[in-house]
């Protein structure tokens, strides 16, 4: 009598811990459900018809959610303003070129044209631009270097401080318009949702851990039960 009353403490604190890990797992799979409809949502963005961009910066005025949201512009491209961020090109390091662009209305934002293998190029004229809204306001990641704006040298999105380099007013939208294809002589890539979606591993982690747990109660008992 007096094993069995041992083993109520360790099949009350497995219970708790299956119960707990299951519940974690649960939640990773309604994380999945959501981050796969958030990814599906700016996917059908960059698939729909463009916006004006004095629209878009409406939008983004208001609070809303423009991430992605596909815009054209006509206006005129400031090359002597051009900042280089570093990327990579072709697997090797590269440059990508933002120039400040500003249309008949008096709007102006920072765009990212593309990338080359180095320094130096100065973009060609861009009379209209499509391309979609970036935010990139994740700030600076742990590895990243300096920014270097006296030598026009960038390595992580300080879109403020890009702005200001650029040129561009005061009061002007924290935002980047990723350019889908241009004449400036840069090669822009096909823009991709850039969301981290790891939650089926989470997932499978949480339940693993739950069966392991699980298993190893069933095993103690079991051996118990044999003493």
């Known amino acids: ?27 990773q799979v309604e994380r999945l459900g959501q981050k796969e ?3 599906a949502t700016l996917e059908a963005r960059m698939a729909a018809a463009p916006v004006p961009l004095a629209e878009a910066l409406q939008k983004f005025a208001s609070g809303q959610d423009v991430e992605y949201l596909k815009v054209v512009a006509s206006g005129e491209l400031d090359a002597a303003h051009t900042l280089y961020k570093q990327t990579v090109f ?3 390091a590269g440059w990508e070129g933002l120039a400040p662009y500003r249309t008949a209305d008096g709007a102006e934002v920072l765009v990212d044209l593309g990338a080359t ?4 190029l100065v973009p ?7 391309g979609v809204i970036r ?6 990641g742990f590895f990243d270097a300096d920014n270097a704006p006296a030598k026009n040298e960038w390595f992580w999105w300080d879109v403020p401080a890009m702005q200001k380099a650029a040129g561009l007013k005061d009061g ?37 851990l739950a069966l ?8 103690f008992v079991l051996k118990k039960a044999d003493a």
Not at 124 to 130: D, H, R
Not at 179 to 202: D, R
């Open 1 to 27: 009598m007096s094993g069995k009353r041992r083993l109520w403490p360790v099949l009350l604190a497995s219970t708790l811990g299956f119960v707990f890990l299951c519940g974690l797992g649960v939640w």
């Open 117 to 120: 293998d180095g320094q130096g």
């Open 135 to 140: 935010l990139h306001n994740k700030g600076r």
């Open 124 to 130: 060609k004229a861009v009379p209209e631009l499509v």
């Open 212 to 219: 392991a747990l699980a298993g190893v109660t069933l095993a």
């Open 37 to 39: 409809a958030l990814i």
């Open 90 to 92: 072709y697997g090797s």
């Open 172 to 208: 002007a939208a924290p935002i980047i318009l990723e350019a889908l294809g241009n004449e400036s002589g840069f090669q822009a890539a096909p823009p991709k949702v850039e969301l981290a979606n790891n939650h089926l591993g989470y997932a499978i982690t949480w339940f693993g």
